[in-house]
């Protein structure tokens, strides 16, 4: 089995910063893709930022220059920095990798249980 843990949640005020983390661990053989998703109070499921195993970024363009996404290879493990939180990045945020387990011929998409980022004004 895979499982995917975030760390670094909280509440921060407006312009704060917060480090998020996810660590992926179980009988992993390769891992592309890595990223990270958000939900907010009754909104659906967003893409926030993604990093391929080579260290190519992508991000949405609403955190784009304030958010940043990184990985750590050999730690299976990806990070996200938040910087100049605003009360609309309130949101429980997902990590997401694409992983071929140990007996899975495919890639196959993982999610953490999420992790909450609550930003006061």
């Known amino acids: 089995q895979v499982h995917l843990v975030e760390s670094g949640g909280g509440l921060v005020q407006v312009g704060g910063s917060l480090r998020l983390s996810c660590a992926a661990s179980?009988?992993?053989?390769?891992?592309?893709?890595m990223g990270w998703f958000r939900q907010a109070p009754g909104q659906q499921r967003e893409f926030v930022a993604t990093?391929?195993?080579?260290?190519?970024?992508n991000y949405a363009m609403s955190v784009k220059g304030r958010f940043t996404v990184s990985r750590d290879n050999p730690k299976n493990t990806v990070y996200l920095e938040t910087h100049s939180l605003q009360p609309g990045d309130t949101a429980v945020y997902y990590c997401?990798?694409?992983?071929?387990?140990?007996?899975?011929?495919?890639?196959?998409?993982?999610w953490g249980k999420g992790t909450l980022v609550t930003v006061s004004s």
């Open positions: 179980g009988n992993i053989l390769a891992i592309e893709n």
């Open positions: 997401h990798a694409m992983i071929r387990a140990s007996g899975d011929s495919l890639l196959m998409n993982y």
């Open positions: 990093i391929t195993d080579d260290g190519l970024t």
